[in-house]
């Protein structure tokens, strides 16, 4: 009977009185037991189901979306009026929607710190969107977003954002970047919303600006290198000199050494 990796081999089963008395440990394998056992280590199964990159819709849906609610922030465009009726559906849809699903996919994908990213972000932006939904429609006030209350979403966010960029210190540079930034202008908006500073809001509404750029180009270079055959257009940052080269195919082994052959962790 085959057995699998990390588990210890189970030897054959006997009749009762064929072995002497036990202290109740196993009994060592059979000889047939340990070659089976060795034969199914040296054959290799690899079972692959393949998906793009989640996060490439993560990161164009998280850009897209706070571009629009940080560029708002910073004083660019809109007013109490008519910003809560043009953010509304496009928060909702590609800040919510695209980036929880992105979520899901990125699970699927082995990737802890884009699922709890996109997942997160994207929970927030469907509640925030649907907030403006309601402000818009005269069910809630039209400072609303700008209340002491609302201050306390940013410092969650913020705490979370800061965990998930120190997390893709392990990954590159480029999802780095766009948490940090995230992290940092989520911050200012918690200090200038309970604070009541309109200039901290402005402030933090261009680092927000900052964080989407970082975003756009993050998912861009993702989106070129699995449409050129997995070789790098646009360095991410990654740690090693040799995969930020244009035109190197970045390959990432099967995880054997984690005890999962046939698995690639990651996007």
Excluded: C
């Excluded at 970082?214 to 055959?229: R, V």
């Amino acid at each position: 009977m085959a057995e699998y990796q990390g588990q210890e081999p189970r030897p054959e089963a006997s009749t009762p009185g064929a072995q002497g008395p036990t202290s109740g440990a196993p009994s060592e394998p059979t000889t047939n037991d340990a070659a089976e056992y060795e034969a199914w280590l040296a054959r290799s199964r690899v079972m692959l189901t393949p998906i793009a990159a989640p996060s490439i819709l993560g990161l164009f849906g998280y850009a897209t979306a706070t571009f629009m609610v940080a560029s708002n922030l910073a004083g660019w465009w809109g007013n109490k009026i008519v910003s809560p009726i043009i953010l509304a559906p496009l928060v909702i849809f590609f800040g919510g929607v695209a980036q929880l699903a992105a979520g899901m996919w990125a699970y699927r994908a082995r990737d802890a710190v884009a699922t709890a990213m996109h997942g997160t972000w994207g929970a927030f932006w469907l509640a925030w969107g649907m907030m403006q939904l309601m402000v818009a429609g005269g069910l809630l006030p039209l400072d609303t977003t700008l209340t002491e209350a609302f201050g306390f979403w940013w410092i969650g966010l913020s705490l979370t954002t800061l965990f998930g960029a120190l997390g893709a210190l392990g990954r590159n540079l480029g999802m780095f970047l766009t948490l940090a930034l995230l992290a940092a202008g989520s911050a200012l908006q918690a200090a200038g919303t309970l604070a009541g500073a309109s200039s901290v809001i402005t402030a933090g509404g261009w680092v927000l600006v900052a964080s989407s750029a970082a975003a756009f180009y993050t998912a861009g270079a993702m989106m070129l290198e699995e449409s050129f055959g997995g070789r790098v257009v646009l360095p991410l940052g990654r740690w090693s000199l040799r995969g930020n080269l244009p035109g190197h195919r970045v390959t990432r082994p099967f995880e054997y050494a984690a005890g999962m052959p046939g698995l690639r962790a990651g996007q």
